[in-house]
């Protein structure tokens, strides 16, 4: 083999590794940036709010507040909380709710009359689903998984 | 990232280096049949093989959630730069890989060595003291290996070993500022966040922003480096514009860059040669303005493809393996060798902001990640512009590729930062991601 030929093929070759690093190097750009559009899309399905529903027919034309949820959510009489809960059977810190891996958690901190989803106290943190009901003292709020809030 | 996504992506990762490996085998391969020169470059090759092969297994061990895709750019990017410098000047390729092995060694240790990040920010003002002793020094008793006498006394000399401690500067710099510009970052925010605010820029902006600019004029006047003066001073704007979010540190730094310039213009011989050269070069064209205009004559001759590894004659460059090296790599590769090192400095930014990105809420920490990577990525840009004449030419080397010890260490001291950041991301759901 000449050494033209020689030189002629390790060129080629060259060129041909040179394309091949920038391919790999784009589809690792590419991959990577769909993986985070997904990981977009699960974050935006996963807002949510909580609705105040009606304490046991006692006011039934109460006007439903909703209280729009934060990656992480306090409920409690303290007026420390994100969401206070004015109500005599609910302690100061009572009960969070958490974004964890595209879930809503429902936690309870210790409350002195504890925390119910869906009327059933829990004693493990929760994942809530959407038209879950959470109670506190004696207070209710309906859990509503928004799909696109922007 | 789920286990399957985790493999594929490492399965990527191996194959970069494959490919880089091959690239570089097949320069050194045509440069051996091109011009048949014993055995040296050989050992050169089988260095760079080593150093990626150690940094690949040592990252993986030790450092598994940093970023899979920095370091075999960095390598593919440095073994490119040795067949370069062993086809252009071979005497000096020796010393280009013993200083690769050095420069992977630090960038280990900048990597895995997990209290350096907090010392940076915390003796932030000793580095800084340090930095600037040094760079006094190298003012008072600084020399040029080139031995010219008019050339920029640059380089300190110790024992057989020249270093330039304005590359050691420009670390020192970016983690100076990141750590200031962290601390202050809440405050700058608030003041932003006041309507009524009284003042067009707030001293808490205006007073780094001017003593940063004074700092680059002292670089101008006492060493004559245009390109370190300029580059500083455009990614501490960068940095300040990251902080603050304020469109007018743009058009307020753009106007103390034009004053500077046109005093520097009228005041020193130096920057007028370069901006006259780069308005127009071809009255001069065997004078002073010979190096610009056969790095032009060299792309052209490199055409799409190439002329081939040891073909072309970039020779006609003169000091063709330091600042004009990505003028050598346009000749005999061509548009596609161009548009590859575009490509890799390309990525480079993508991951080195998105490492900045994750690091939401972390001022240091993102300040940092988004102060190297544009300190690497301004200083490509600056001479890959200045090589093809759209910017006039200020010398600094090409990142990774250019020979130049001092300029490699710190590059990959960079490198090794970057991963260091990326493996501590804050939420490890978003690892790898962006």
């Known amino acids: ?150 | 990232m789920s286990p399957v996504e985790s493999l594929l992506s490492r399965r990527h990762h191996y194959l970069l280096l494959a490919f880089a490996g091959l690239s570089v085998f097949a320069g050194m391969a045509s440069i051996s049949m091109a011009r048949p020169s014993g055995f040296s470059h050989w050992a050169g090759l089988a260095i760079w093989a080593a150093c990626a092969f150690v940094g690949t297994a040592l990252l993986n061990r030790c450092l598994p959630a940093c970023d899979p895709v920095l370091f075999p750019l960095a390598i593919f990017l440095s073994g490119w730069g040795l067949v370069a410098i062993q086809r252009l000047a071979p005497s000096f390729a020796d010393r280009q890989a013993l200083w690769l092995v050095i420069s992977v060694g630090a960038m280990l240790f900048a990597a895995l060595f997990p209290h350096l990040l907090r010392w940076l920010r915390v003796y932030r003002y000793v580095v800084l003291a340090g930095a600037l002793l040094l760079l006094l020094a190298t003012i008072v008793f600084g020399s040029n290996p080139s031995g010219f006498e008019f050339a920029p006394r640059l380089w300190l000399k110790i024992g057989a070993v020249y270093f330039q401690p304005s590359e050691f500067m420009k670390l020192v710099l970016v983690a100076f500022m990141a750590s200031y510009l962290g601390e202050q970052s809440a405050a700058i925010r608030a003041e932003r966040g006041d309507a009524g605010m009284r003042l067009p820029f707030s001293p808490r902006l205006a007073g780094p922003m001017l003593s940063m600019w004074l700092l680059s004029l002292v670089i101008l006047v006492w060493q004559r480096d245009l390109g370190t003066a300029m580059l500083f001073f455009v990614v501490f704007l960068l940095l300040l514009y990251t902080t603050s979010g304020d469109w007018r540190i743009l058009i307020g730094g753009l106007l103390l860059v034009i004053i500077a310039a046109a005093a520097a213009y009228h005041l020193f011989d130096v920057v007028k040669l370069r901006v006259d050269i780069w308005l127009n070069p071809w009255p001069e064209s065997d004078g002073r303005a010979y190096q610009i205009v056969q790095s032009l004559m060299a792309f052209g001759a490199g055409g799409i493809l190439g002329t081939g590894v040891g073909l072309g004659s970039p020779g006609y460059i003169p000091v063709v393996h330091s600042d004009f090296i990505f003028a050598a790599l346009a000749e005999e590769w061509g548009l596609l060798g161009v548009i590859g090192v575009l490509s890799c400095f390309a990525v480079l930014t993508l991951r080195g902001l998105s490492i900045g990105l994750t690091h939401a809420g972390r001022d240091f920490h993102k300040l940092l990640a988004v102060g190297l990577t544009m300190m690497l990525v301004v200083q490509a840009l600056m001479i890959m512009a200045g090589v093809l004449k759209l910017l006039p030419l200020t010398g600094v080397t090409l990142p990774f590729i250019s020979y130049g010890g001092s300029s490699l260490l710190v590059c990959f001291v960079m490198i090794g930062l970057l991963l260091r950041l990326s493996a501590e991301a804050i939420s490890t759901g978003h690892r790898g991601a962006l």
């Open chain 1, 1 to 150: 083999m000449s050494v033209e030929a020689a030189v002629f093929i390790l060129r080629l070759l060259a060129g041909l590794s040179l394309l091949g690093f920038l391919a790999v190097l784009f589809v690792i750009v590419w991959r990577s940036m769909r993986q985070v559009d997904r990981q977009l899309a699960t974050t935006r399905m996963a807002y949510g709010y909580l609705t105040s529903l009606p304490s046991n027919a006692a006011q039934p034309n109460q006007v439903e507040k909703r209280f729009p949820l934060h990656a992480i959510t306090t409920l409690g009489r303290s007026a420390s909380n994100t969401i206070v809960v004015d109500n005599d059977f609910a302690s100061a810190q009572h009960a969070r709710i958490v974004l964890e891996g595209g879930q809503w958690w429902l936690e309870d901190r210790g409350s002195r009359n504890g925390t119910r989803l869906n009327d059933v106290a829990i004693d493990q943190p929760t994942i809530l689903a959407d038209s879950d009901v959470v109670g506190i003292g004696n207070l209710r709020y309906r859990f509503t998984l928004t799909s696109n809030m922007g």
